[in-house]
């Protein structure tokens, strides 16, 4: 079983849900993300969500698009992420690490050779925004020889016969995109992503964790009643950033990420004992 | 590889491949959008009312068919082979874009979408779209990259003018890659209600095939018109290529004639041997951009790559897939000519034809005046005049330190 199976099982066995914080590797500083991903997992974090830097991300909102800037600002390559999950495994053997990225830097690597040094580092599972099942299947194939998860989204438009599909190929969990629209909007529907949720709870075995749009407790909360696991990336990644901006040091910008991510924990961990 | 008919039929393949490029690499909120456009071309396309009524725009709201001319004096200036041109500048609106706009357009009203989007560049292919869209009485918004809203401030008054929105765009390098990112981002949030415009041979599957058979019109004239003024197919093609849909659309229909050279020319900007430049099929190597995989300018890293060309509408780091494939397969010579050759060009066009050609395409022109001159009188080349430069004047002007607001003191 993959840490992230293994993680879904033992959460599901307590009555929790997965909390997923995603941040850019190598934003604000190189030096912040490791130390950052620790503070995540002490403050309640189940599995870590890195964004790789693109310098076209285009699914992302404005938020998440500076923070790839500052990253490529810093001159953070792919394989300098992959350098930071073996860093983090240095320390943390138990929390699995999700890479959410683009298809070229992985292109440029190549599968074989992505999948090799990925599986070296001790990475969990690859989400590539602009790998639908279509396409996906080539890189599939090595990350399986590795037993590394495919993380693939299911979107508000996505048929039936689509979400099969995608049960089909993906592993780990699915990740359903709560909205029509980029990284970070602010029209998140708790009811809608409710009905879409058990949709796919019918067609799929697999957990579905849900992103975009979710910005503090209480949307998480609102989300985590009706699905296995919700991702906060924008809100983390802009507190991130203020924190930075307003002179905070690395373990400022750690702990102010770290505050905001407790709260989503606590308010998880409330909506679903109640 | 045999370029057949029933090659080139096949080509893409129901995936949307031209050999290994090409494809759908996009968000899984845009497939269904996709799929939604495939099936309703695939529909249209064979259907003879939606044709006659393209047809009926194309002769009397385009103003097709566009002339091909024979540039004596400049042909005999360069000397060799006999240079026509195809006369895309003479187009309403001022360039091939609009050959595309009114086909998309016209998909956009048969599935009822009441907005339109499109990314530009130089802003032709904005005021194109800004164009049909005021025809049809729908919603359009135009997003052009900082940078190219600068330099090309005439076309975005006019696109103003047709009432569409101009959003400038920041992010990244503010250029058409970048614009594209972002027409994209409005496409993903408003797919229910929202047709997108791309302009070019780009993009996921079936926007660079059908973008290529609206486009095709120009080579189908001019195969005509060569066939009917010289008795017989041209020995060169020559087109501009920087997403390459002029380029496409005129050399689409002369594939499988062998026997006709074809050169796609790159902005090669300050010098292939620079960093400045916007030529990805010369100096750039496959990666996936756009929906969908091609030669793009990237690092080491896969990131994409800052970009130059004195012309805005050549300066995009990828190129369409269909003329990554054409490249591999070896049916077309990509070539590429620098902004200075450029210049020249437009300059010479000026003063030996009386004809003002784009930047974009003098980059064509620059190249097809060294191609003629290593070439016969008893021969003759066919160059895709793409559009016309009365917006790059104060490009030129710029360039070369000309003074034009000053010009009446």
Redesign the interface.
């Known amino acids: 079983m993959s840490r992230i199976s293994g993680r879904f099982a033992e959460l599901a066995a307590s009555g929790k849900r997965a909390v997923i914080p995603y941040v850019v590797a190598g934003d604000p500083r190189v030096a912040t993300t490791v130390p950052l991903m620790h503070a995540l997992v002490g403050a309640g974090a189940d599995i870590i969500e890195l964004g790789v830097p693109f310098s076209d991300p285009m699914a992302e909102g404005l938020v998440i698009q500076v923070a790839h800037e500052r990253a490529l600002a810093n001159h953070v390559s792919l394989r300098q992420v992959l350098g930071m999950v073996g860093e983090f495994r240095q320390q943390d053997q138990e929390t699995p690490i999700l890479l959410m990225g683009y298809a070229n830097p992985v292109e440029r690597m190549g599968y074989s050779e992505f999948a090799e040094a990925a599986a070296e580092a001790g990475l969990d599972a690859l989400l590539t925004v602009d790998m639908p099942p279509e396409e996906v299947a080539d890189l599939n194939a090595q990350l399986k020889r590795f037993d590394i998860d495919n993380i693939l989204l299911v979107s508000p438009t996505t048929s039936i016969q689509r979400v099969e599909k995608i049960a089909e190929l993906a592993s780990g969990f699915v990740y359903y995109v709560s909205l029509k629209g980029v990284t970070g909007a602010a029209t998140l529907d708790p009811v809608e992503v409710a009905v879409r949720v058990r949709e796919i709870r019918e067609l799929c075995q697999l957990p579905v964790a849900v992103g975009f749009g979710i910005k503090d407790a209480a949307t998480a909360a609102s989300i985590a009643v009706v699905a296995d696991g919700v991702v906060v990336g924008s809100a983390l990644v802009q507190k991130a950033a203020d924190t930075a901006a307003q002179g905070g040091d690395d373990a400022a910008v750690a702990a102010a990420a770290a505050a905001l991510v407790a709260e989503i924990r606590a308010g998880v961990d409330a909506a679903v004992s109640s | 590889m045999d370029i057949t008919e029933k090659l080139l039929a096949n080509t893409p393949d129901e ?1 949307g491949r031209f050999g290994q490029y090409g ?11 996709l799929d939604e456009l495939e099936q309703v071309y695939d529909k249209l396309s064979k259907d003879p009312e939606f044709q006659r009524e393209l047809d009926e725009d194309l002769a009397h709201f385009v103003g097709r068919p566009s002339p091909l001319y024979e540039a004596k004096r400049w042909s005999d200036r360069v000397g060799g082979a006999r240079i026509f041109l195809k006369r895309e500048d003479l187009n309403h609106t001022g360039a091939h874009k609009v050959n595309n706009t009114v086909g998309q357009a016209l998909l956009a009203r048969h599935m009822g979408k009441k907005r339109v989007i499109a990314e530009t560049g130089a802003g032709q292919h904005g005021v194109a779209t800004a164009t049909v869209a005021a025809r049809l009485g729908m919603e359009c918004q135009v997003f052009m990259g900082e940078e190219d809203v600068r330099r090309q401030a005439q076309n975005v008054y006019r696109m103003r003018l047709l009432g569409a929105e101009v959003i400038p765009v920041t ?2 390098s503010r250029t058409l ?2 614009a594209m ?1 972002e027409a ?2 409005d496409w ?5 209600d929202t047709f997108y415009i791309i302009g070019t041979v780009a993009g996921p599957h079936p926007y660079p095939k059908l973008v290529r058979d609206f486009q095709s019109v120009i080579g189908r004239e001019a195969r005509a018109q060569c066939q009917q003024m010289c008795g017989r197919l041209p020995d060169a093609l020559v087109a501009c290529v920087g997403g390459g849909s002029n380029a496409i659309g005129l050399f689409y229909p002369f594939l499988a004639d062998t026997e006709v050279a074809m050169y796609g020319v790159e902005a090669a900007g300050l010098g292939l041997d620079t960093t400045e430049h916007a030529a990805p099929l010369a100096a750039g190597r496959p ?5 969908n ?1 091609t030669y ?1 300018m ?1 690092d ?5 790559m800052h970009t130059h060309s004195v012309s805005a509408g050549l300066d995009y780091p990828g190129v369409g897939p269909e003329h990554s494939w054409l490249k591999d397969i070896g049916r077309v010579n990509y070539v590429s000519a620098n902004d200075k050759e450029a210049l020249a060009a437009f300059s010479d066009l000026n003063r030996t034809e009386g004809i003002m050609p784009a930047l974009e395409s003098s980059h064509a022109l620059a190249y097809a005046g060294k191609l003629a001159a290593t070439m016969t009188p008893d021969q003759f080349i066919v160059v895709n005049l793409s559009g016309r430069g009365d917006k790059d004047i104060h490009t030129v002007a710029e360039v070369t330190g000309f003074d034009i607001e000053g010009v009446s003191q």
């Open positions: 995936q494809g759908r690499f996009v968000s899984e909120t845009l497939m269904f959008a992010s990244g890659k970048d990112n994209m981002r993903v949030t408003n797919v229910d990666g996936i951009l756009h929906g995989r793009l990237q080491e890293n896969g990131q994409i």
